[in-house]
């Protein structure tokens, strides 16, 4: 199985920064895509911003030219940049992945999720 393990969430001023990381781990044999979903009390998941493994991106409309998705396909990573940040980003945010893993020597498909960071944008 792959596991995800987000880092980076914590407590923001208005107009502030944070970066948020989540690395992959296990027998991967290769990773498609990574992305960045957030959920805020009583809303359902929402994309905030994909990369694929050719580093194409993909932005929610609310988050396009204040974050950043990035990633290091060398240690499994993908980062969020997150600038100018508003109360509204306020969220649990969750990394998720798709590629390929071994097990028993022959490879699987895997959609994996972290367990969620929070990010709270409040003065």
């Known amino acids: 199985q792959v596991q995800l393990v987000e880092s980076g969430g914590g407590l923001v001023q208005p107009g502030g920064s944070l970066r948020l990381s989540c690395a992959a781990s296990?027998?991967?044999?290769?990773?498609?895509?990574m992305g960045w979903y957030r959920q805020a009390p009583g809303n359902q998941r929402e994309l905030v911003a994909t990369i694929t493994s050719g580093g194409i991106t993909n932005y929610a409309d609310s988050v396009k030219g204040r974050f950043t998705i990035s990633r290091d396909n060398a240690k499994n990573t993908v980062y969020l940049q997150m600038s100018s940040l508003k109360p509204e980003d306020t969220a649990v945010y969750y990394c998720?992945?798709?590629?390929?893993?071994?097990?028993?020597?022959?490879?699987?498909?895997?959609?994996?999720w972290g367990l969620g960071t929070q990010v709270t944008v409040s003065s």
């Open positions: 998720n992945a798709d590629g390929d893993y071994y097990s028993d020597s022959e490879r699987h498909d895997f959609d994996s």
């Open positions: 296990g027998s991967i044999f290769s990773i498609n895509a």
